[in-house]
């Protein structure tokens, strides 16, 4: 019954822990999926979804759909072995897969420089013969164009990119966390970057109206808010689905 909500509300449910969610509440926040949309796994481990996505992008190409993997990781997951294997492996095999590097220069609480001597991420491409490109994560329109050019090489059977989108992390590490850590006026700088305002003014520059994306935010936040009502109205998991999922199920005869 559950399958014809919108995907915000099966969402919020797994985020919460609800029986209503994509895991049925089993996988909560750090282990999200939603094949139906293209999610198809975030992992609580850092680093790791890169060779995964190696897995999705090989099925991919046996299977000739046209398919593209995106794989998502910050810079501090650039310096697990998992990073150098994947890399390797997708360019030997041409595998159409697009390693995203969001590089807010901050691993965890640890400054870019602090755990890495090289000037970027994307000059680690090179060391693989892999293509590799730096865009301005903080703008949504070098960001598409920059991601499209990756989709369509990867279609065409031309291999994988690297792609380092520089960004800044506006609140801490953990929600609620300490952000002393980040120099003043780099958190300064890095608020004037932030890519929401920026996007908005651009496109009241060139497309839409006050009135249409005031009408466009409104209807986010009713998704939203109703999203999280379901979550927090949805049962959790009960005892029984411990086994569920988990251990093979024998079928009686």
């Known amino acids: 019954m559950f399958a014809t909500e919108p995907p915000s509300k099966l969402l919020w449910a797994e985020f919460t822990g609800r029986a209503t969610g994509t895991c049925k509440g089993k996988g909560g926040p750090m282990h999200i999926t939603h094949p139906e949309t293209g999610v198809m796994v975030t992992t609580g481990v850092v680093g790791s979804g890169l060779p995964i996505a190696n897995g999705l992008a090989i099925s991919s190409q046996n299977r000739g759909d046209g398919k593209v993997t995106v794989v998502c990781f910050g810079d ?15 360019q030997l095999y041409k595998l159409p897969v697009i390693f995203l590097c969001s590089n807010n220069k901050y691993g965890e609480h640890t400054a870019f420089a602090a755990h890495t001597d090289s000037e970027s991420i994307v000059s680690r491409a090179a060391g693989y013969g892999m293509r590799g490109v730096q865009c301005d994560g903080n703008d949504p329109v070098d960001m598409y164009n920059t991601a499209k050019e990756a989709v369509d090489r990867a279609r065409r059977g031309e291999g994988p990119t690297l792609i380092e989108a ?32 920026r996007f908005r003014q651009l496109l009241l520059d060139t497309h839409v109206s006050e009135s249409e994306l005031d009408a466009i935010v409104a209807d986010i936040e009713k998704e939203i808010d109703e999203a999280v009502e379901f979550a927090l109205a949805s049962p959790f998991p009960e005892v029984d689905e411990l086994r569920v999922d988990v251990v093979k199920q024998e079928i009686a005869a």
Do not use: C, W
């Open 76 to 90: 501090g997951a650039s310096n697990i072995g998992a990073f150098h294997e994947a890399m390797n492996m997708a």
């Open 166 to 197: 520089m960004t800044f992390r506006m609140l801490g590490h953990l929600f609620g966390a300490d952000f002393s850590y980040v120099p003043k006026e780099i958190a300064e700088q890095g608020a004037k970057e932030d890519p929401i305002p």
